[in-house]
């Protein structure tokens, strides 16, 4: 039962929670991620692949016990609260929202990488700009839209596999594992990688929504990871057929240059179409989670107070998406998608490392998972973090000592009752 006085209705069974997380993970993610980690690991992408399913298959399991048991919105920002005390619940919704946000820059430089090669940075701040104007005016995007987006990219993605299989050019020999694939790169490949699958964080903030959580969620969440990551893999062997490692290490778009190297130029457009629509579908969902998250923990006074306004009108925490909304431009026109997305991997791999070390505190009679999965989840997040390339280390580290140093700070100047 929820504690909240207005709880929000339980509607969703396994099917539409699916579904959401389906919406969440098949988007833009794996339009954008392939190159840099080729560029890590090479021929070892699909090693590093394999690992980051790992990692967010221990990801997912201790996360849907903890949604099970503390069915409300917020994620790890409850659990870790919940579980390990107020400070990692913090750190938590702290690494969630800089992460995100990184995410945020990432899929709007996807779009402009798909749209017009050569002015992403114009192309992603526009996205920007259009997308949180939406969010202002209180227009969201529903479940309908949802399913649109993920039939869509379904579809495209459906029709770059099966152009590649049937070309001429595909060559099996291009999956051998060489010696460039090395353990490092292949660690930081996974780091990467995981940007891509890491919506599931959908379903767990569902909590107060699905009908049996205690049953829905622990269900949803492995069924959808599970759908993503055959999909992915479908695709990722696919490219590499045509292209090979080196190539895809080397373009910006690369599920269009693969359906240009299998002979299928006309299919071009409509990869950059879907690749659109995937990048502003996840764009819009992401402006808005990020929104909601920063007006929670200014609720809570962990971010400046002032952002926790909620318009008259609209009904939406404007000061908290025109903030969001105001740093994903700036990122969007100053670094390029692989940095973005190698911060976001390590805001948001810390993020679930809080949720794996909250899971370890369950009991039996909890639902505690197999106590290897959040061993191996704790682990795996934290060295695929340190993992990925330095400079991503360097400011994620960075940031999210500057968001702990906020937080002893409040708590050394508030007074104690």
């Known amino acids: 039962m929820s504690t909240y006085p207005e709880a929000l209705k339980r509607r969703l069974g396994v099917f539409d929670a699916v579904i959401v997380g389906l919406g969440s993970m098949i988007g833009a993610g794996i339009f954008a991620a392939l190159a840099p980690a080729a560029s890590a690991a090479g021929s070892g992408l699909l090693l590093g692949l394999a690992l980051a399913a790992v990692v967010a298959y221990c990801n997912a399991t201790s996360s849907a016990r903890l949604a099970a048991r503390y069915p409300q919105s917020g994620g790890t920002y409850v659990y870790g609260r919940e579980r390990l005390g107020e400070f990692w619940g913090y750190l938590a919704g702290w690494a969630f929202v800089i992460g995100k946000t990184a995410s945020c820059a990432a899929m709007a430089l996807t779009v402009g990488s798909y749209v017009w090669p050569g002015q992403e940075h114009a192309i992603a701040v526009a996205a920007v700009v259009a997308l949180t104007a939406v969010n202002y005016l209180g227009i969201h995007k529903s479940a309908l839209l949802t399913r649109v987006i993920v039939a869509v990219v379904l579809a495209v993605l459906a029709a770059v596999v099966t152009a590649c299989l049937t070309s001429g050019v595909a060559d099996a020999a291009r999956l ?8 490092a790169g292949v660690l930081q490949a996974a780091g990467l990688l995981f940007f891509a699958f890491a919506g599931y964080a959908r379903i767990a903030t569902l909590g107060e929504e699905v009908r049996d959580p205690a049953r829905t969620l622990p269900r949803a969440i492995p069924l959808a990871l599970g759908i993503t990551l055959v999909v992915y893999a479908s695709v990722a062997v696919c490219v590499l057929l045509v292209l090979g490692p080196g190539p895809l290490a080397h373009t910006t778009a690369p599920l269009v240059e693969a359906v240009r190297a299998a002979g299928v130029p006309n299919l071009a ?15 819009l969902a992401l402006i808005l989670g990020v929104s909601r998250t920063t007006l929670a923990m200014a609720r809570d006074r962990h971010l400046p107070h002032v952002l926790a306004a909620v318009h008259p009108r609209y009904q939406v925490p404007h000061r908290a998406e025109l903030a969001v909304g105001a740093v994903v431009a700036v990122l969007s026109a100053t670094t390029d998608v692989r940095g973005a997305i190698g911060f976001s991997s390590f805001g948001v791999l810390v993020y679930y490392a809080v949720a794996n070390a909250s899971a370890w505190t369950l009991s039996p009679a909890e639902g505690r998972p197999a106590r290897i999965i959040p061993i191996v989840g704790t682990a795996g997040c934290l060295v695929l973090a340190f993992a990925l390339p330095l400079g991503s280390v360097l400011t994620g580290a960075a940031v999210i000592a500057a968001g702990a140093a906020v937080y002893g700070l409040q708590k050394a100047l508030t007074p104690r009752v």
């Open 176 to 183: 051998d594992i060489g010696a460039d694939a090395t353990f």
């Open 269 to 283: 457009p409509v990869v950059q179409v879907g690749a659109a629509v995937a990048a502003l579908g996840s764009l």
